[in-house]
T-cell receptor
Framework: DAMVIQNPRYQVTQFGKPVTLSCSQTLNHNVMYWYQQKSSQAPKLLFHYYDKDFNNEADTPDNFQSRRPNTSFCFLDIRSPGLGDAAMYLC?????????????FGSGTRLTVV | QQQVKQSPQSLIVQKGGIPIINCAYENTAFDYFPWYQQFPGKGPALLIAIRPDVSEKKEGRFTISFNKSAKQFSLHIMDSQPGDSATYFCAASRSSNTGKLIFGQGTTLQVKP
């Protein structure tokens, strides 16, 4: 019973063509995170939403945007994907920012840029 | 200050062995230390986590040892199995901050039959 669902599992996009990745959760968690994970590297936090409040990491490129229309859904928009943006994109949720059992990750979307 | 250093980068053990993965941190404000297990093509899954008020925590075959004074913590996998072959990430965060997880670099574990 997947609780954090990411779609699609695999996405191929053209260089420079906008792409949107989606994440949904059935946990009713307040916080939703987006991570970028490149091959053989640790996940890197891009930004997170605490409820409707958006928090961007200082080193996240402007090319990456996010939307959270409601509690259950969160989207990652890459406005002009470059070859360097090819990675696994992971969505995670947390009940709140101090929860002990936290950060339930989805299975990820592997993005290929051609 | 924000880094978490993880070692070794890769590890090979025989079935039944006890792989040990180590992590060290600098920021004494960190108060939550989870370990994640990640299989190829999957997202990380929370394996076990510890708070700095305890020195050891066991869940099944997985044990975290925590040394607050040395600012180090480690994962031990008892009676390792081929199915434990995966990449393991340690992490750290501050509850009073945004809750941002700082990940170690990861350890790829291979358990040979």
């Amino acid at each position: 019973d997947a609780m954090v669902i990411q779609n699609p599992r695999y996405q191929v996009t053209q260089f420079g063509k906008p792409v949107t990745l989606s994440c949904s959760q059935t946990l009713n968690h307040n916080v939703m995170y987006w991570y970028q994970q490149k091959s053989s590297q640790a996940p890197k936090l891009l930004f997170h939403y605490y409820d409707k409040d958006f928090n961007n990491e200082a080193d996240t490129p402007d090319n990456f945007q996010s939307r959270r229309p409601n509690t259950s859904f969160c989207f990652l928009d890459i406005r002009s994907p470059g070859l360097g943006d090819a990675a696994m994109y992971l969505c995670a949720t947390s009940r709140d920012l101090t929860a002990i059992s936290r950060d339930s990750f989805g299975s990820g979307t592997r993005l290929t840029v051609v | 200050q924000q880094q978490v250093k993880q070692s070794p980068q890769s590890l090979i053990v025989q079935k039944g062995g006890i792989p040990i993965i180590n992590c060290a941190y600098e920021n004494t404000a960190f108060d939550y230390f989870p370990w994640y297990q990640q299989f190829p093509g999957k997202g990380p899954a929370l394996l076990i986590a510890i708070r700095p008020d305890v020195s050891e925590k066991k869940e099944g075959r997985f044990t975290i040892s925590f040394n607050k004074s040395a600012k180090q913590f480690s994962l031990h996998i008892m009676d390792s199995q081929p199915g434990d072959s995966a990449t393991y990430f340690c992490a750290a965060s501050r509850s009073s901050n945004t809750g941002k997880l700082i990940f170690g670099q990861g350890t790829t574990l291979q358990v040979k039959p």
